[in-house]
C-alpha cells in the first residue's frame, strides 16, 4: 500500500490542485472563530470556507486543528473551553463535523496533568470523539484516554503504537501554486482513522467525520409493528445539506418518520425535508410517511437550513448507512 501524505501549513490558501500536483491526499488546516480569523497583520494561517469547499469538492481529506500559540495547553481546562467553543464556531462557518486537532507544539511537557486538563476542557464542549491531540512523544504519552486521534510530530524512531499520524518535521515540501510557493509540513497517515463520534450522535452510531461528507452506520432495528428512533444532528443549522439513505446489500430500510428540530429543540413548522428533484415527496414532521428504500436505488433528500436534528423512525433488519453532506448551492 503507498504512503499517504497530508499537508498542513500556515501561510494563506492552496488550492486542491496544487496540493495534489505535490502528492497530497488530504490536509489538516487551522480553525477559529470566525471573527478571529485571519486577522489583520497576522500570518494568514486559517482556512476559509472557500478553500474548505473547494479542497472537499476535489476529494481531499480533511482535518481541522486549533492553535493560538505553542503553549495553548498551559491554560487548562477553562482554556480548553475557550478555544473548543471557537473551534465550534469556526467548524459550524465551514460546515464541519470532524474532529479538531488541539495541541502542545514543542517537545517539552511542562506539566502533563495540566494538557490532560486541556484536552477535557476541550472535550466538555466538543466531545471526546471530536477532540485530537498533537504533539511531541510526551505529550502522545499523557494524552491517552483524553483524545480520539493522534497526532505526533518529531523523530519517526519515537512515534507510540497509538498514533495515528506522524509529522515529518525534516522535510517540508514547497507547493507552489500560481505565483506563490507555500511551504508545508507533511503528515503520514500510519493507521486507518477510526470513525469518530461526535457526542451527540447516537451512541450506537458509527459516525465517520473527516471533513466533507459525514457517514452515520444505523443499527438494525424496529419491526411489523414498531420502529426504531435515532437522532440524527445536522452538521450546521448555518447550511442546507443533502441526506442520502444507503441500505446495506440486497436490504431495504423502511421509513416511518423524519421528523426536524431547531436548536432549542423545537419542531419546524410546514414541510422542510424534500425530494431535491423538486417531485413533492414532503416528509411531514410529526406523522407517519411510511415509504421503502431498496439497496439498488437510494434515496436523497434536501435539508434546508436551520435544521439542528432529525429523528429518524425506521425498520431494517440490517445496519445501514445515511451520509450526510453541505450544498454546494
Do not use: C
Not at 447516537?202 to 452506520?217: F, K, Q, R, V
Not at 436505488?297 to 432529525?310: E, N
Amino acid at each position: 500500500m503507498a504512503d499517504e501524505w497530508w499537508a498542513d501549513y500556515s501561510d494563506g490558501t492552496l488550492s486542491a490542485a496544487a496540493l495534489k500536483r505535490h502528492g497530497y491526499a488530504g490536509v489538516i488546516r487551522y480553525v477559529t472563530a470566525p471573527s478571529l480569523m485571519n486577522p489583520p497583520g497576522r500570518l494568514r494561517k486559517h482556512t476559509t470556507r472557500a478553500e474548505f469547499d473547494e479542497h472537499r469538492r476535489a476529494g481531499l481529506g480533511q482535518l481541522l486543528v486549533y492553535q493560538d500559540d505553542t503553549t495553548d495547553a498551559d491554560g487548562g481546562y477553562d482554556t480548553g473551553v475557550r478555544n473548543a467553543r471557537r473551534a465550534q464556531a469556526g467548524a459550524d462557518h465551514l460546515g464541519y463535523r470532524g474532529l479538531v486537532f488541539f495541541t502542545n507544539d514543542r517537545p517539552s511537557l511542562p506539566d502533563p496533568a495540566t494538557w490532560r486538563a486541556y484536552l477535557d476542557g476541550a472535550a466538555s464542549v466538543l466531545g471526546r470523539g471530536r477532540v485530537g491531540a498533537y504533539g511531541f512523544g510526551n505529550a502522545m504519552d499523557a494524552a491517552k484516554g483524553h483524545a480520539s486521534l493522534f497526532w505526533q510530530a518529531g523523530r519517526r524512531a519515537d512515534v507510540r503504537p497509538h498514533v495515528h499520524i506522524w509529522q515529518d518535521n525534516n522535510h517540508q515540501p514547497v507547493v507552489t501554486d500560481g505565483g506563490r510557493r507555500v511551504t508545508t509540513d507533511r503528515n503520514l497517515i500510519l493507521k486507518p482513522l477510526p470513525g469518530i463520534g461526535d457526542g451527540r450522535a447516537p451512541s450506537d452510531a458509527l459516525a465517520i467525520l473527516t471533513g466533507g461528507t459525514d457517514m452515520l452506520e444505523l443499527p438494525a432495528g424496529g419491526g411489523e409493528d414498531w420502529s426504531r428512533i435515532e437522532s440524527i444532528p445536522m452538521p450546521s443549522i448555518l447550511r442546507a445539506h443533502d441526506l442520502v439513505i444507503a441500505p446495506a446489500y440486497n436490504r431495504a430500510v423502511v421509513v416511518r418518520g423524519l421528523n426536524t428540530w431547531n436548536n432549542q429543540d423545537a419542531p419546524l413548522a410546514g414541510p422542510d425535508v424534500r425530494n431535491p428533484g423538486g417531485q413533492g415527496d414532503l416528509l411531514a414532521r410529526n406523522g407517519w410517511d411510511e415509504f421503502t428504500v431498496w439497496e439498488h436505488a437510494g434515496k436523497s433528500f434536501v435539508v434546508p437550513a436551520g435544521v439542528a436534528k432529525i429523528d429518524f423512525a425506521y425498520w431494517s433488519d440490517a445496519p445501514f448507512r445515511i451520509a450526510i453532506s453541505p450544498r454546494l448551492i
